[in-house]
């Protein structure tokens, strides 16, 4: 993105000055809350990946010697047993005081597995050795699953923890193809309480497993997301995630930083909790006034609200010609030469959210310049105070801005072509700002900048609020990519 490009990106309506504080501990500008419709969406996925990742699940082969009445020592072993289907008949997620307890109930499973067993018995004559095997279906009908995941910030990313992970078989009905009826009997009595443990202790250890993938899934979960070439959004989570009832909450940094470089350390940080006033709405991001100032004072600073406007939709602006009436001194003095303006902000932009509103205002000098062949002769500057309506919209991730010219203000600086009659100025400048500043303005404006989602995820049907200070995104929430493995960040 070239340099005016990004000037105007984020000039008009994501700022505002604050004079920039001292701060010790570590603010939050930008919260997140996943509410109950939100959580039971999680839990669909994280439940749905559970079974993909349970099927097929292959169980250590099962042996053991058992007693059998008439016939003697046997040995029996199962082999090949493997979960072929599992399915949650119901289940939900609770944030709670130790952790997220997510507890699935009327889970069955089908498994196959292959039997075999011999034993010797004695005749009379020698001892002979007898063997025979088959297959086997076992069905689980009542199991229940917990699992109950910490959370916990661990310097600025998320770490998820096991805190508890049960399973347990209820019921279980074995289906022996082939094989004696003694068999069946003696598999049920000798071998069903370790078909069950066997069972419980692989699926625990595949969740557990499962946990642990995308606890270092959120691990890798970038610290920044990147803005432009100049900006990025510093994503850093800060202080413990929330637990209540119905809902789970995140607070990160949220400011805009440069690479590797110190933010200004602001004020405000988020007070009152983060709600949506349509309740079924999955997520809710609430943006603190200061990440605008952050991107302001983070552009102003990087001198990069600065532009040249050498072009425009009436190119007569751009010749002392078209000055001839309103500044004839100009004309007089520098008859039919082009012109250049040179525009830069005196001053960060301010912006001030407000209740279903939010008011922009930008201070800018425009210089404006007479070319006469090489040489660039600055002939006045007229300071301008632009004040505008400013709205937002998300655009896929990214929150996206629109502004409204509302009224503007100007006056002289300096002029090396003695007085202007700021009154016959003021239309020009009117439609300069209206035909080239705002639909320029605009059109960087309408790009936004990213919203922290991780990747994979869409805000759908997102609606937007603004309140004191604050911007908050309502929304629901599709996911489209399979696994949690490949996705990094949100953009
Ligand atoms: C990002 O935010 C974290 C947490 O507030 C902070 O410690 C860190 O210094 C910030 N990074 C930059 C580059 O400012």
Not at 189 to 217: C, H, W
Not at 252 to 261: D, E, T
Request: net charge negative; proline share 5%; glycine share 6%.
């Amino acid at each position: 993105m070239s340099p005016p490009t990004t000037t105007i990106y984020l000039i008009f309506i994501f700022s505002l000055f604050i004079p920039p504080h001292p701060s010790t501990a570590d603010q939050s500008f930008i919260s997140l809350l996943i509410t109950q419709n939100g959580l039971d969406f999680v839990k669909d996925l994280l439940t749905s990946e559970a079974i993909s990742m349970l099927t097929p699940l292959w169980l250590n082969q099962i042996e053991k010697t058992v007693k059998i009445p008439l016939i003697g020592k046997v040995h029996i072993v199962l082999s090949d047993i493997s979960v072929n289907r599992v399915k949650i008949g119901s289940s939900y997620i609770r944030p709670g005081v130790s952790g997220v307890s997510i507890d699935g109930s009327e889970v069955t499973c089908e498994l196959s597995m292959k039997w075999h067993y011999s034993y010797g018995t004695s005749s009379w004559i020698a001892p002979i050795s007898i063997s025979d095997s088959g297959t086997a279906s076992v069905e689980v009908n009542g199991a229940g699953v917990d699992l109950t995941l910490g959370l916990d910030n661990e310097e600025g990313s998320l770490k998820l923890s096991t805190v508890d992970c049960n399973c347990h078989i209820h019921d279980m009905e074995i289906d022996l193809h082939g094989g004696a009826s003694w068999l069946y009997q003696g598999i049920v009595d000798a071998l069903e309480k370790q078909i069950m443990s066997a069972i419980e202790k692989a699926i625990t250890e595949k969740l557990n497993a499962g946990v642990s993938k995308l606890g270092s899934f959120l691990q890798t979960l970038p610290k920044q997301i990147p803005v432009d070439d100049i900006a990025s959004l510093n994503v850093t989570f800060v202080n413990a995630p929330f637990l209540s009832d119905n809902s789970l909450g995140f607070e990160i940094n949220g400011l805009f930083v440069k690479s590797q470089k110190n933010t200004p350390s602001l004020h405000n940080a988020l007070r009152s909790p983060v709600s949506c006033s349509d309740s079924s709405k999955m997520v809710a991001i609430a943006l603190d006034q200061a990440v605008f100032v952050s991107a302001a004072a983070l552009y102003y600073d990087a001198m990069f609200m600065h532009w040249v406007v050498d072009k425009a939709p009436e190119q007569s602006f751009l010749n002392t010609a078209g000055w001839r009436f309103i500044v004839p001194q100009l004309y007089k003095k520098y008859p039919n030469a082009d012109m250049d303006l040179d525009i830069s902000l005196s001053e960060p932009p301010l912006v001030q959210i407000l209740w279903q509103n939010i008011e922009a205002t930008v201070y800018s000098d425009v210089i404006v310049n007479v070319l006469e062949g090489d040489e660039t002769i600055p002939v006045a500057c007229i300071s301008l105070a632009i004040a505008g309506t400013g709205s937002v919209e998300v655009i896929e991730n990214n929150l996206a801005g629109h502004l409204k010219l509302d009224d503007f203000t100007m006056s002289l600086k300096w002029s090396k072509i003695g007085t202007l009659h700021m009154f016959l100025i003021q239309p020009v400048m009117w439609t300069l700002i209206e035909t080239v500043f705002v639909p320029y303005a605009n059109a960087r404006l309408g790009k936004g900048f990213p919203l922290p989602i991780i990747n994979g995820f869409t805000l759908q049907n997102a609606e937007i609020t603004s309140s004191d200070s604050r911007i908050t995104v309502c929304s629901n929430v599709i996911y489209q990519k399979e696994s949690f493995d490949r996705s990094s960040i949100a953009s």
